[in-house]
């Protein structure tokens, strides 16, 4: 008579991730992605300005900063690969 085979049961961990939690991860990182180019290429525009750049360029800057500090500090909170 053979063995039946034992189901044993494996609890999730950290080190594994569901798919929805890596789509998640992977849209941040390429997010944060465009959001740096943006913020190099408004860099380049305003060091481009003779005289400075104008209040709203650098208000952009700003902006996308920020949204940049937030995606960093999600993609933290997420964990590393």
């Known amino acids: 008579m053979q063995a039946t085979p034992q189901l044993t049961y494996m609890p999730r961990t950290h080190h ?3 798919l ?3 789509l998640e991860r992977d849209r ?3 997010r944060a992605v465009r959001v740096r180019k943006v ?3 408004l860099r380049e525009r305003a060091s481009a ?3 400075g750049a104008p209040r709203p360029l650098t208000a952009a800057i700003e902006d ?3 949204e940049l500090s937030d ?3 999600r993609l933290r909170h997420a964990g590393g690969r």
């Open 49 to 51: 300005r003779p005289g």
């Open 39 to 41: 913020i190099e290429a």
């Open 16 to 18: 594994r991730r569901s």
């Open 71 to 73: 995606l960093e500090r």
């Open 20 to 22: 929805g939690s890596q």
């Open 28 to 30: 941040l990182e390429q």
């Open 64 to 66: 996308f900063g920020r």
